[in-house]
């Protein structure tokens, strides 16, 4: 064996000397082992690869606010669009009759009210409240005891003869549900609503509710929207 060879021999005996050792007192905790390959952080350098370490760590979070920011905006967009009402009529007979006719009411309406809210225009709603007495499972019924209880806007009421009697039964005191002034809505007011295929009920007439000892009363807003609910009945009655 040269010796070239002999020394190259003796180098890799010497090193794997070393190493055993090394490695023993790594064993026996003589020196620290380091962290393991699987433990060493991976620095991202490209933005490639920082983007995916992101979504990685961070993907479920990114998507749930990406969620609720989106949810948030369409409804102040909602709320931005939603149209602020000056009056609200309920239309509550035993006639059913579709959302376009009590539409043409708004637009009757709205001729003789008032800029309540201020915003420079007169928006008044007619809620469709027709209903089937007959069924057991009435959406509309559900909405109108809702507007009773909670909207102070809702205080102008368009009966007939029969649909009026519901409302003795809700408030049979001596105050009564409805004030004692009511309109007979006139000709002007058939011969402007009336639709082709729906026949309005005969005698349906405006009636303003009586708000006193409800839970309504307490509403800030119910002076002006009393006011000029009784201002559209006046002008009402002169038609």
């Not at 609200?88 to 006719?101: G, K, M, N, R, W």
């Not at 004030?179 to 729906?198: A, C, H, P, Q, W």
Request: proline share 3%; glycine share 4%; with cysteine.
């Amino acid at each position: 064996m040269s010796r070239e060879k002999e020394s190259e021999t003796i180098k890799q005996q010497k090193l794997a000397r070393k190493e055993f050792l090394e490695l023993k007192k790594m064993q026996s905790g003589e020196i620290e082992t380091g962290p393991k390959p699987s433990e060493v952080a991976i620095v991202p350098k490209t933005f490639g690869e920082k983007l995916s370490n992101i979504w990685y760590h961070f993907g479920k979070v990114i998507i749930v606010t990406a969620f609720l920011l989106v949810a948030i905006i369409i409804m102040v967009v909602q709320c931005a669009n939603k149209t602020s009402y000056d009056l609200e009529v309920i239309y509550f007979t035993y006639t059913a009759l579709p959302d376009t006719t009590t539409e043409k009411m708004a637009d009757y309406f709205e001729k003789y009210a008032t800029d309540v809210n201020g915003n420079g225009k007169v928006d008044v709603a007619v809620i469709n409240c027709s209903c089937n007495p007959n069924s057991n499972n009435n959406a509309k019924l559900t909405k109108m005891q809702a507007l009773i209880v909670s909207d102070s806007s809702a205080l102008l009421y368009i009966t007939d003869d029969k649909s009026v009697k519901y409302f003795y039964n809700i408030r049979s005191d001596s105050k009564g549900f409805f004030d004692e002034n009511s309109v007979v809505l006139s000709e002007d007011f058939y011969k402007t609503i009336t639709e082709e295929g729906y026949n309005l009920p005969e005698n349906l007439t405006l009636r303003i509710r009586n708000t006193e000892g409800t839970q309504i009363e307490k509403d800030k807003a119910l002076t002006a929207n009393t006011l000029a609910a009784k201002e559209l009945m006046e002008k009402i009655s002169k038609k």
